[in-house]
């Protein structure tokens, strides 16, 4: 199992909403959030001495049905030509290119009987969870990521955004992207709540669900690593 898989399931199987975030025990909240700051993100005290930022829970996520996509890479395109006027796969906050050809694990030598296209044919895109805890927003260094206030989707604040890459490198897929241009991350942002890869997609394989609708398909009891254990759905 390579360390990125590890990654992924190790915060799949912590992966709460930020109701139960503060419930948990093993966080060890002292019971008092200490700070309110912009963004609509709060700090809390753990028992520990240390801070963590807590953000608003988005009030949506765009999930991706691997059964219904065709790999026509509309959605990636739609995707970058309104959010950075032109037509880019690597930028794209949905990303369906990088698995196409051997899905989310990558070339394996059983690749003949995984996912993609030269395997079963499933294709397994990838995007944001908007995570009530995002690794992105807590291991960025210039504290650029925040929760828009109307959405709660996590956006990155471009004037204080420097381009490192470290959101990138901290979140288990990937999936803030540094434009090489503009130097300067981009991740999605839900198009405020109307995203539109889910418009461009013409199978309906992209749906944008609220947060407790995607929380019991990709997160919940019948769910494992990530996809319903019924649709195959992902995020």
Known sequence: MSE???????????????????????????GTFVALTFGCATTA????????KVLKTAEGVIVH??????????????CTVRNDGKAS??????????????????????????????????????TCRQCSRP??????????IYADKVTGARLVNLKKCVGCGVCTEACPWHMPTVDKGTTKATKCTTCEG??????ACPTGAIKFMTYAEAEKILWGSDATSGASATSGASA
Do not use: H
């Not at 799949?12 to 139960?20: A, P, Y």
């Not at 005290?45 to 963590?52: I, L, Y």
């Open 45 to 52: 005290q753990t028992k520990d001495g240390r801070t963590v």
């Open 194 to 199: 109307s995203p539109t890869c889910s418009k």
């Open 89 to 126: 796969a690597y930028l794209s906050r949905i990303k369906v290119s990088r698995n196409q050809n051997y899905g989310v694990a990558g070339v394996t030598s059983a690749y003949a009987v995984g996912a993609g296209q030269l395997g079963n044919f499933k294709i397994e895109a990838e």
């Open 135 to 144: 690794k992105c927003a807590e291991e960025c260094p210039q504290n650029a």
């Open 4 to 30: 990125n898989t590890e990654k992924r399931e190790k915060l799949l199987e912590k992966e709460t909403s930020r109701r139960e975030f503060l419930r948990v025990a093993g966080i060890g909240l002292a």
């Open 65 to 78: 049905d691997p059964n219904l996509c065709v790999a026509c890479k509309r959605c990636e395109s739609a």
